[in-house]
């Protein structure tokens, strides 16, 4: 007899098929018990599963405090200083393998392992493999100066990334606009030789700077931007740029731009009472938005008693100014969709257009027809439905600086028509 045949004649078959429906009410009734659920199919309550943190005390916060200062000691004592670069670049210029001029002198993989052996052991991380293969050019070398900017830039990353995470108080990541501007106000400090400005003016480039970074980083508004995104950023890499040109009227964040732009606003500000009005911003770049986009913006920025501050102003002043990117895109298509319904339409389309007519012939400009110009715009945003433009259509087919430009700006058409 097999043991399976011997096991059912000493196991009743129907008492394990109840033992198992047993278990399994069990499980149900546990089931609904953890889920809220009652006799009462009416009366269903839905689990917790958000837990506000708790607020540490004073002790904790300064034990948290003194032991991120010492955790923050420790690293920096670890990265690359001043001293440390100099003794690189020394030795990257003594073992390359010609004569070449700096710019040009070059570093073998030999080369390359064996200033890694004769350096501490903090500049090993820079002396991967890996890192040698992606500087790597044709010929299977690498240039000293690719290599020692590298190295500048990526000590840099990481000494911006360990500062501002000092400002980081609740160890999450992320920084509010106020734990960012306090960053930027001590940066100002620490560099005056790039922050030439006069001190009353201090918090207004402090707004500035901020501003752009939670344009384009936060565009949802939650009033926080990821530390590492930052870093990664473009608007970060604009904002470093700085310490090689920091007179450059092109960077948003050159202290000469800044006061252009502060300057805008208080020309526009005509009551002087330190917010723009609808009527006063018709005169942005004097005048050649549309009605119906202006007051399109009124409806869709935060205002105060129908008027914008300076903050808003900022945002309004980012977006007009970075049509092709996604951010701005979005912001110029909730503005230019009327109805609200996720789409521009044919009708949408003509309205928009026939409403810079006035202003268009006022500047001197050629109008085109109505119809021609539909038919233009969607044959540059090539839309997936052909009778609606979507803001992932005008992201996608890398023309919305032109066509929202013809939609909102008097001389979109005449930038387009002569562009390069």
């Given at each position: 007899m097999s043991w399976a045949s011997a096991l059912k004649e000493i196991v009743d078959e129907n008492e394990v098929k109840e033992l198992y429906k047993s278990e399994e009410n069990i499980e149900k009734e546990y089931f609904k018990e953890l889920m809220g659920h009652n006799n009462n199919k009416n009366n269903f309550k839905i689990p917790q599963f958000f837990f506000k943190k708790k607020k540490n005390t004073k002790l904790q916060n300064q034990l948290q405090k003194a032991s991120y200062y010492?955790?923050?000691?420790?690293?920096?004592?670890?990265?690359?200083?001043?001293?440390?670069?100099?003794?690189?670049?020394?030795?990257?210029?003594?073992?390359?393998?010609?004569?070449?001029?700096?710019?040009?002198?070059?570093?073998?993989?030999?080369?390359?392992?064996?200033?890694?052996?004769?350096?501490?052991?903090?500049?090993?991380?820079?002396?991967?493999?890996?890192?040698?293969?992606?500087?790597?050019?044709?010929?299977?070398?690498?240039?000293?100066?690719?290599?020692?900017?590298?190295?500048?830039?990526?000590?840099?990353?990481?000494?911006?990334?360990?500062?501002?995470?000092?400002?980081?108080?609740?160890?999450?990541?992320?920084?509010?606009?106020?734990?960012?501007?306090?960053?930027?106000?001590?940066?100002?400090?620490?560099?005056?030789?790039?922050?030439?400005?006069?001190?009353?003016?201090?918090?207004?480039?402090?707004?500035?700077?901020?501003?752009?970074?939670?344009?384009?980083?936060?565009?949802?508004?939650?009033?926080?931007?990821?530390?590492?995104?930052t870093l990664m950023s473009s608007v970060y890499q604009e904002f470093y740029n700085l310490k090689e040109n920091k007179d450059d009227n092109y960077n948003w964040f050159s202290v000469n731009s800044a006061m252009t732009v502060y300057g805008r606003y208080l020309n526009l500000d005509v009551d002087g009472n330190g917010m723009i009005s609808r009527s006063e911003l018709s005169n942005f770049c004097s005048g050649v938005y549309s009605d119906i986009f202006l007051d399109r913006v009124f409806e869709q920025f935060p205002t105060y008693n129908n008027e914008m501050d300076f903050q808003a102003f900022l945002d309004f002043h980012l977006m007009v100014n970075n049509l092709d990117k996604p951010e701005s895109i979005a912001l110029v298509f909730r503005c230019l969709d009327l109805e609200g319904v996720g789409y521009l339409s044919k009708p949408v389309v003509i309205h928009h257009y026939k409403s810079l007519f006035e202003k268009m012939v006022r500047f001197g400009f050629d109008i085109t027809e109505e119809e021609n110009i539909v038919v233009e715009l969607f044959d540059m945003a090539h839309p997936e439905d052909t009778e609606k433009i979507k803001v992932q259509d005008l992201i996608k087919c890398g023309m919305a600086s032109s066509i929202l430009g013809i939609l909102i700006d008097a001389r979109g058409l005449n930038n387009h028509d002569n562009r390069e």
């Open positions: 010492s955790l923050h000691s420790e690293i920096n004592d670890n990265l690359l200083n001043e001293d440390d670069l100099d003794e690189l670049w020394i030795a990257l210029c003594e073992s390359s393998n010609n004569h070449e001029p700096q710019a040009f002198k070059k570093l073998s993989y030999f080369d390359f392992t064996a200033i890694s052996a004769a350096l501490p052991e903090k500049f090993k991380e820079y002396f991967s493999t890996k890192i040698f293969y992606q500087l790597m050019d044709e010929s299977g070398y690498i240039y000293i100066r690719t290599f020692f900017n590298y190295v500048v830039k990526k000590v840099s990353f990481k000494q911006t990334r360990l500062d501002l995470s000092l400002y980081d108080t609740d160890n999450t990541g992320f920084l509010t606009e106020d734990q960012f501007e306090d960053y930027l106000t001590d940066l100002i400090k620490s560099l005056p030789e790039i922050f030439e400005m006069n001190e009353t003016f201090e918090k207004f480039y402090v707004c500035i700077a901020a501003r752009k970074f939670f344009f384009f980083l936060d565009p949802h508004h939650k009033g926080k931007i990821n530390i590492r995104e």
